[in-house]
């Protein structure tokens, strides 16, 4: 039995010059008014209600017809004489009761309004079923038109794309829209799989991961659903196979932006994957070729280190480490490794001009008993892990031995300012690197890269005793005054795979603490302008600036303590504000 196409509209009257009072309309309960190329052939029913209402000298008759409005800004209405082929039912009487019921009066279906548009030349507009009263020849009345959305161009079947294995898991890891896709058009992307010979049928549905936060079942808004997606398959069992595969492909990912993961799936099995494209509309487009890939074990931080740091999980917090948690997520997730995205020097330097920006416009006030020092640097850094006793080198395999960025603010509480300055503060900074995990590991030797990514976040927090010697430059105005800094550390540190607080064979976050010491020597801005300066310090703003630089070495280690040795030994440059 064939199902009923619902609408919805209400049609308008247009009376022509000179005739008595007329009314056309059509009234339903109608729900969809978007079609695609998969309704060209659909035999199902429109329901609709048409009326006509007014004096007439005898009985009028009728024509339904349908109206190509394709891509037209603003759509005419039914009072435009339509072509000869476009009429779907021609002078027809009206029945006593003045309605047309479909389909239980005429037979119209959803193929008839589309047929025109249809043909090997696909389009994508409105249409407008309409209806137009006569009497004696003579027209009364059209009605406004029920307008659709028409969308029959199917997109082309991908060409590029890239496909990945990784462990208990294939992803697509990029794709590129097919050229002839419309500007601005939402697609979704489909992966199929099906195992090779030898391979165990995963249970694809429990391992899907969507990227693009696309329904499941890829239903759009006009209804239409997996059973139109299904259709791109076709008779997979009759597809040749380069690895003995047999049966159906079946649907294991969707999304509307890579990257889509099919999980589940078991290492060392081979599995045929392809893809497709589905449009706004639900257009289904052909499938890709087929590419035979195969699921690996990676080998990340926890497989490859064998030292004995604790630390806590915070994928499962236990009341002591919540707090911690929390603390460490708020801290670190804004600035934690991104896939596709590596945070690089120019991005540090932005960061570090906005901020010393901010600190040459922003004291504005004194402390009402001791004065402030504000100190901004950045420097080299690289934590000595594979120092560790059973660290095994996993610094060096997973993130390259790489030297990355460390940046620290600090803040000074001036305590003595006669020969010399003494301050006590704190600091907190910020390091993280990240690196690919591998398909190999053992014995300090690293195969070749996975797809998934590790990243460690360091955020050393630290209180200083800091002393300079500037009593030279309020005696003589000698602008360099060298520096001394002590003091402890604590650093906590945390661990992500793809961007996210996963257990993955270990903790994923923990504390290490230490000490530290830095020498260096500061140069006094002061000396450049001291007129300008007296201005400054007369406003209130601050009183002193100083470029300076630094050797620094932070023994991070808890004290002897077995497990991560966190520190390094480098240098950084920095400028400071005394408020």
């Not at 309409?130 to 161009?153: A, H, K, L, P, Q």
């Not at 990945?164 to 794709?175: F, H, K």
């Not at 300066?533 to 280690?557: I, N, P, T």
């Amino acid at each position: 039995m064939r199902k009923k196409w619902q609408l919805v509209a209400m049609l308008g009257a247009v009376v022509g010059p000179g005739v008595a009072q007329a009314q056309v309309t059509a009234i339903s309960q109608m729900t969809d008014t978007s079609f695609n190329a998969g309704d060209c052939d659909s035999d199902t029913l429109l329901s609709a209600t048409f009326t006509y209402s007014g004096a007439a000298t005898y009985t009028p008759q009728y024509t339904l017809f349908g109206l190509d409005a394709v891509l037209a800004a603003e759509v005419t209405g039914c009072a435009n004489q339509p072509p000869s082929d476009e009429i779907f039912v021609d002078n027809e009487y009206l029945p006593v009761d003045g309605s047309v019921v479909l389909p239980d009066d005429v037979e119209v279906t959803v193929g008839d309004l589309l047929y025109t548009v249809c043909g090997e030349s696909r389009i994508s507009g409105l249409r407008i079923l309409c209806m137009r009263v006569t009497d004696i020849g003579s027209t009364i009345g059209y009605g406004g038109g029920i307008v659709f959305n028409v969308d029959t161009e199917v997109p082309a079947a991908p060409t590029s794309y890239t496909w990945q294995g990784s462990d208990g898991a294939i992803v697509l890891s990029s794709v590129t829209p097919p050229a002839d896709t419309r500007s601005g058009e939402t697609l979704t992307y489909v992966v199929e799989i099906r195992p090779c010979a030898g391979a165990q049928n995963p249970d694809l549905d429990a391992g899907v991961v969507d990227a693009g936060g696309a329904d499941a079942a890829i239903e759009d808004a006009a209804g239409h659903d997996a059973a139109v997606a299904d259709a791109a398959s076709g008779d997979d069992a009759a597809i040749a196979s380069t690895c003995g595969a047999s049966g159906d492909f079946r649907r294991a990912a969707s999304g509307v932006q890579p990257p889509l993961t099919v999980g589940g799936l078991e290492n060392g099995r081979s599995y045929e994957v392809r893809l497709y494209v589905q449009d706004g509309a639900g257009n289904v487009g052909p499938t890709s070729a087929v590419s035979v890939l195969t699921p690996h074990p990676e080998y990340g931080f926890w497989d490859i280190y064998q030292g004995q740091e604790e630390g806590f999980s915070c994928s499962q917090p236990v009341t002591s480490a919540g707090g911690t948690c929390a603390a460490l997520a708020l801290l670190l997730g804004g600035a934690a490794w991104r896939r596709r995205r590596r945070r690089g020097p120019a991005r540090a330097a932005n960061t570090l001009f906005a901020l010393v920006a901010w600190l040459a416009v922003a004291g504005s006030a004194h402390a009402e008993m001791f004065d402030v020092a504000a100190r901004l640097s950045a420097g080299p850094y690289k934590p000595d892990l594979d120092r560790e006793a059973g660290a095994n080198g996993v610094y060096n395999c997973l993130f390259d031995d790489k030297t990355w960025v460390l940046g620290a603010f600090g803040a000074d509480l001036v305590l003595f300012d006669r020969l010399g300055t003494l301050t006590l503060g704190g600091e907190v900074a910020y390091f993280t690197v990240g690196g690919r995990e591998r398909l190999t590991a053992g014995n300090g030797v690293c195969g070749g890269l996975a797809s998934s990514h590790n990243a460690l976040h360091l955020l050393p927090l630290s209180a200083n005793l800091h002393y300079r010697f500037d009593w030279p430059y309020a005696l003589v105005g000698f602008p360099l005054a060298p520096y001394a800094r002590v003091g402890v550390n604590a650093t906590p540190w945390a661990l992500t795979r793809n961007g996210e607080f996963k257990d993955t064979g270990g903790p994923t976050a923990g504390v290490r603490t230490g000490w530290q010491w830095a020498a260096g020597i500061a140069f006094i801005l002061d000396v450049f302008d001291e007129t300008r300066m007296r201005r400054v310090r007369e406003s209130g703003a601050f009183q002193h600036a100083l470029l300076f630089a630094e050797w620094r070495e932070l023994h991070v280690d808890s004290f002897g303590q077995p497990g991560f040795v966190l520190g390094d030994q480098t240098w950084l440059l920095g400028l400071e504000l005394v408020i």
